[in-house]
């Protein structure tokens, strides 16, 4: 059984005049200075240890990325791969854009973006060029009935989706163990997980539309019915959404691991095995799709994959707002303590009231006021995912520090944040009174700043 969550610290300290602090024997002021020495000691070869580690980690990132970029070039020649890189980013901006959106409410760290995106791009692309690459000749070489075509089919089929789904999901693995503090519940799985899966694809749209520009160059083609164009419209503009659409089932996995089984290991593994089973499943049943003709591709598409594609959105959209849905409840020790008022947490609550209170700073006080706005929402956001994991899986050792950091950027930045979340609060006509979700003990009357006194 983990320790229960300690309650919030009240915002003004009184610890310099408690007795305790008074004591100035020799004895104990060599032991604090000892064990001050001692966790200096500890905190700098953690902080080398951990810069030594992200080194190595950029380093094999972009020694993945160079050999990627000399594989393609070789493949599809200096131009094929011009082509191929302007073409293939089209997509990029608007797929990481649809991510960053949905991950709005307490955005992930850049540098955990940066490195999913990164790892599809370079690492996992290169794991799967390479080993894809092998397999098919190892199917066309060793058995004797395959032909190269029937071994392209079915390294496509049974291969590929395999070696790509498991490096793609390694990313979330990867974030999943080392940077848990930042990994929050579903939305956050979905977001790795989505934008892991759009560098990926990237790299492989590169490939493929690289390959298909230097066989239209070979073959004299050009206009509309040159094989780069329907790449391109295949590839671009209908579908997108795949790759990422299949990595999301394991980074959904990973999620619910996160918040409904935080203390079961067993059951952990088995729902992130269950999600790359089910990712590598939808991949393969795309790649197969592609054999089937015109009619039975279009089929594949319009009666399974954009069901699928809406049905994840939908559930997408309910998981962020239940993750709103649950502010009220952990921001309730801190209205008892003092660091905010009885309305606040209703209104970070509601993505309409955000938004508005965003665009009541702007238009007063300037785009600066609504940067401190957003990162007033951020901070606040974040302090009660921050709580609702303590809650799930126990505190960690440095709770306390993070809590208190958290409270720190919420009060630097309450000054614009709260008057314009008010205002917008009383603006949509919810200055009412409310009761607590069934997480909190206690109903309270949202009636604005004057309910409570400002900390």
């Not at 496509?156 to 790509?164: D, F, G, H, R, S």
């Not at 989505?194 to 083609?221: K, R």
């Not at 020790?333 to 609550?349: K, Q, S, V």
């Amino acid at each position: 059984m983990h320790p229960p969550v300690q309650p919030p610290p009240q915002p003004r300290r009184r610890a310099l005049r408690r007795g305790p602090l008074r004591r100035t024997s020799r004895d104990t002021s060599c032991q604090t200075i000892h064990d001050t020495t001692g966790d200096t000691t500890r905190s700098r070869r953690t902080t080398l240890r951990a810069t030594a580690l992200v080194s190595l980690l950029v380093s094999l990132l972009a020694l993945s990325g160079v050999i990627i970029v000399g594989m393609v070039r070789r493949e599809t020649g200096t131009e094929g791969l011009l082509v191929g890189l302007g073409l293939a980013v089209f997509p990029v901006p608007l797929l990481v854009a649809a991510f960053r959106w949905l991950d709005r409410i307490e955005p992930e760290p850049r540098r955990n973006l940066a490195f999913a995106f990164s790892w599809g791009a370079c690492a996992a692309a290169l794991v799967a060029l390479v080993t894809n690459g092998f397999a098919t000749d190892w199917l066309a070489a060793n058995i004797a009935s395959t032909s190269p075509s029937e071994a392209e089919t079915w390294g496509a089929t049974a291969i590929a989706p395999v070696v790509e789904e498991t490096v793609k999901a390694a990313a979330v693995l990867l974030l999943y163990r080392f940077r848990r503090r930042d990994f929050d519940g579903i939305t956050d799985g979905i977001v790795i997980a989505g934008i892991t899966a759009t560098g990926f694809a990237f790299t492989e749209n590169i490939v493929y539309l690289g390959n298909a520009f230097g066989e239209d160059q070979s073959m004299g083609h050009t206009g509309l019915d040159s094989l780069t164009v329907g790449t391109f419209f295949v590839r671009i503009i209908i579908s997108p959404f795949a790759h990422p659409l299949f990595t999301i089932l394991t980074g959904l996995a990973f999620g619910i691991a996160a918040t409904r089984y935080p203390r079961r290991r067993a059951a952990r593994i088995a729902l992130a095995a269950l999600g790359l089973l089910t990712a590598v499943l939808l991949h393969a049943i795309w790649n197969a799709a592609s054999s089937l003709g015109d009619v039975g591709f279009l089929l594949v598409y319009g009666l399974f994959m954009v069901p699928v594609f809406l049905a994840l959105t939908a559930l997408a959209v309910w998981a962020r707002k239940q993750e709103l849905l649950s502010l009220p409840g952990y921001l309730a020790p801190y209205i008892t303590a003092g660091w905010l008022t009885p309305a606040e947490p209703d209104a970070l609550a509601s993505l309409k009231t955000r938004a508005l209170a965003r665009d009541i700073a702007r238009r007063t006080e300037g785009p600066a006021a609504a940067r401190a706005v957003t990162a007033y929402t951020t901070a606040a956001t974040a302090l009660s995912f921050h709580r609702r994991r303590a809650h799930l899986r126990g505190p960690d050792p440095d709770f306390a520090t993070r809590e208190q950091y958290l409270l720190q950027r919420v009060r630097q930045y309450q000054r614009w944040g709260r008057p314009a979340l008010m205002n917008a609060w009383h603006s949509t006509g919810r200055n009412c009174r409310v009761a607590n979700d069934a997480r909190s003990a206690t109903s309270r009357r949202c009636t604005g700043d004057s309910a409570h006194p400002r900390p």
